[in-house]
Nanobody, 122 residues
Framework: QVQLVESGGGLVQAGGSLRLSCAAS????????MCWFRQAPGKEREFVAA????????YYANSVKGQFTISRDNAKNMVYLQMNRLKPEDTAVYYC???????????????WGQGTQVTVSS
């Protein structure tokens, strides 16, 4: 069983930055691929970024490549999403998720946090 708690969301103006955090429970944190998804009102949940257990491999959606950076600290059981140059279209609830293998499909992930709201004003 893995529990995930996101934090760091908020209201920011376009062009600003936010750093999301996800705290994970479990002694085998470094065994899991950690992922960020987001869901805007009326839209499906979409893949944002993922990072391998060691942190050596990262994956990004084309829409955020070069804008967002995912990282993790296995000693602290934490994963982060640094979001720069935010745009109104980045507005969504951002979720942290965990899986044994990398996947861009939300249906592959069994454990989810409660989500944190990010709102970017124009």
């Amino acid at each position: 069983q893995v529990q995930l708690v996101e934090s760091g969301g908020g209201l920011v103006q376009a062009g600003g930055s936010l750093r999301l955090s996800c705290a994970a429970s479990g002694r085998t944190f470094s065994s899991y691929v950690m992922c960020w998804f987001r869901q805007a009102p009326g839209k499906e949940r979409e893949f944002v970024a993922a990072i391998s257990g060691s942190g050596g491999s990262t994956y990004y959606a084309n829409s955020v490549k070069g804008q967002f950076t995912i990282s993790r600290d296995n000693a602290k059981n934490m994963v982060y999403l640094q979001m720069n140059r935010l745009k109104p279209e980045d507005t969504a609830v951002y979720y942290c998720a965990v899986n044994r293998r990398y996947s861009v499909s939300p249906y592959s992930y069994d454990y989810w946090g409660q989500g944190t709201q990010v709102t970017v004003s124009s």
